[in-house]
């Protein structure tokens, strides 16, 4: 197994399995935020069962973060390692019209918000939407 894996997994008191570290690695190598179908098809061997209930773990253990972006599916983002999903660590997010994409725009915060002193804030969403910039949108 290889040693970075399984040392990002104990950082979030996550037991370091062959799966697990199958799973991780692959969601490493997205270059945005991905769903379930996207990981189901990357890692066609592994049953579509067990691929759940590791981003269950991993989302409960803060390894990853999730959100909706309007699309109809919750996007998932792996978490920096200083990441401990609390609304301060909170970002916004984009999402291409054209090629259904999402990425994290963490250099955005989530901005803070005075509510009621009754209201709990729990989550914040912010999604930005329009072109990319990186799909063929606008090619000949």
Same mark, same amino acid.
């Given at each position: ?18 799966? /697990? ?7 490493? +190598? ?6 379930? *179908? !996207? ?13 759940? /209930? ?6 409960? +253990? ?18 920096? /390692?200083?990441?401990?999903? /609390?609304?301060? !660590?909170? +970002?916004? +997010? ?28 729990? *989550? ?17």
């Amino acid at each position: 197994m290889n040693s970075s894996y399984e040392k990002l997994l104990e950082e979030r008191d996550i037991k370091p399995t062959s799966t /697990r570290i199958l799973v991780l690695k692959e969601m490493l +190598h997205f270059d945005r935020a991905f769903n379930l *179908s !996207d990981l189901e098809i990357k890692l066609d061997t592994v049953d579509k069962s067990t691929i759940s /209930r590791t981003i269950h773990l991993f989302h409960e +253990h803060q390894l990853i973060h999730s959100f909706d972006d309007g699309s109809g599916s919750v996007k998932y983002s792996v978490c920096s /390692r200083d990441c401990h999903c /609390r609304i301060e !660590d909170l +970002h916004a +997010h984009f999402y291409c019209n054209y090629c259904k994409k999402a990425f994290c725009l963490e250099n955005i915060s989530i901005p803070q918000f005075k509510l009621s002193p009754v209201m709990q804030m729990e *989550s914040v969403n912010l999604v930005i939407k329009g072109y990319c910039g990186q799909c063929g949108k606008f090619a000949t």
